[in-house]
């Protein structure tokens, strides 16, 4: 939330740099910014590890508790989500005074606050969603369960990724979107790959998700994988490091949890 004394605007850019809130019926999301209620880092921490991650950013949605700390990245929410429970009765009066939209759930629901506001995003057009405030904070099970997201049904076909200051974690799938099936009523597959850009001494992680990734094939990491499997539970993937400023990863069939670690002391060398 803003500062006491500071007006919440939907029509107007936000400071410090923020990302401007379209005005209502400016047409469909592509890119959909959402703040969860772990911790958000400052835009300036964002912009320095993650440059251009809020490039052509058109929405901004607050899963409940993070519309108290959108303002932290520069952001002000146009849609606030979730239950209400972290915002206590003081922030959902600020939010409606302002007027900014907001859809109250249930407390007692299947879905977390900021599982409702990643179906709020792909039911208003996004295809690429930036997910802030998801790591962090007092439980480890809200940042797993924020992890699996990136596996959610509403999520095929589309980019999701959760951001902080030195951690960006997305889903690397072979599965075609949609269902597809190939001859005999299997499954369609497809060579995945996703392109990581880094700096040398950057970390990167590969996990196995779900069950065994096949056929994985980096480049641009120091320790490479040539066409190999990765079994869910080993470590084998682990702690893997940026040789250069880009780096590939890809894999045959399965599902892989990429995590990259940026290497802010080295950056600062």
Do not use: C
């Amino acid at each position: 939330m803003p500062a006491k004394g500071v007006q919440w605007s939907v029509s107007f850019p936000p400071p410090d740099g923020g990302v401007p809130i379209p005005q209502p019926g400016s047409g469909r999301a592509r890119h959909a910014i959402l703040v969860g209620d772990g911790d958000v880092p400052a835009r300036a921490a964002l912009d320095a590890a993650w440059p251009g991650w809020a490039a052509d950013a058109d929405l901004v949605i607050a899963a409940d508790g993070g519309a108290l700390k959108a303002g932290r990245a520069g952001l002000v929410p146009e849609l606030v989500v979730g239950d209400g429970d972290s915002l206590g009765e003081s922030g959902l009066a600020e939010i409606r005074a302002a007027g900014i939209p907001l859809e109250r759930a249930a407390a007692a629901k299947d879905e977390s606050d900021l599982e409702l506001a990643v179906l709020a995003a792909v039911a208003r057009g996004a295809v690429r969603l930036t997910i802030l405030g998801a790591l962090g904070g007092p439980r480890f099970d809200h940042a797993l369960a924020n992890a699996w997201l990136l596996a959610h049904p509403a999520l095929d076909g589309r980019t999701a990724v959760l951001l902080d200051a030195r951690t960006r974690v997305r889903l690397l799938s072979s599965r075609v979107p949609g269902g597809d099936t190939a001859a005999g009523g299997a499954t369609a597959v497809r060579l995945a790959e996703a392109v990581l850009a880094g700096t040398p001494g950057d970390l990167v992680s590969l996990f196995a998700f779900g069950a065994d990734a096949v056929g994985v094939t980096t480049d641009g990491l120091a320790y490479p994988l040539r066409d190999e499997p990765l079994r869910a539970g080993p470590a084998r993937g682990l702690s893997n490091v940026h040789t250069g400023t880009e780096a590939r990863v890809s894999l045959r069939a399965g599902r892989l949890l990429i995590v990259e670690t940026r290497d802010i002391e080295g950056a600062s060398r």
